[in-house]
């Protein structure tokens, strides 16, 4: 399966973006999707998984600002932000793995490319 993230872009504080990551090949239902990223000088970071069964976890940062989603018909999962801050600014990353559930970054071996995101104060 090869993942294709795209959606991001330029944004003002308080503004909203939708992230997608489209897969080719296996369905996305197969895997336990999620969401990393990496601000300039700072390591990759989770920030949200969806499991095979549509459990999700966020990080504590973006919980109620942040949604993860999965058409299945689509074969694409998304990532509605809203009310993005500065801090928010990264390279987001869609990711996949075959475990249930996993947080760490080298649990996935399966990544898309990144896509920025940039959130102006």
């Known amino acids: 399966v090869q993942l294709q993230a795209s959606g991001g872009g330029l944004v003002q504080a308080g503004g909203s973006l939708r992230l997608s990551c489209a897969s080719s090949?296996?369905?996305?239902?197969?895997?336990?999707m999620a969401w990393f990223r990496q601000a300039p000088g700072k390591e990759r970071e989770f920030v949200v998984y969806?499991?095979?069964?549509?459990?999700?976890y966020y990080r504590d940062s973006v919980k109620g600002r942040f949604t993860i989603s999965r058409d299945n018909a689509k074969n694409t999962v998304y990532l509605q932000m809203d009310n993005l801050k500065p801090e928010d600014t990264a390279v987001y990353y869609c990711?996949?793995?075959?475990?249930?559930?996993?947080?760490?970054?080298?649990?996935?071996?399966?990544w898309g490319q990144g896509t920025k995101v940039t959130v102006s104060s």
């Open positions: 990711a996949a793995t075959m475990r249930a559930v996993a947080i760490s970054e080298y649990d996935y071996d399966i």
């Open positions: 090949g296996r369905s996305v239902s197969n895997y336990c």
């Open positions: 969806i499991s095979r069964n549509s459990i999700t």
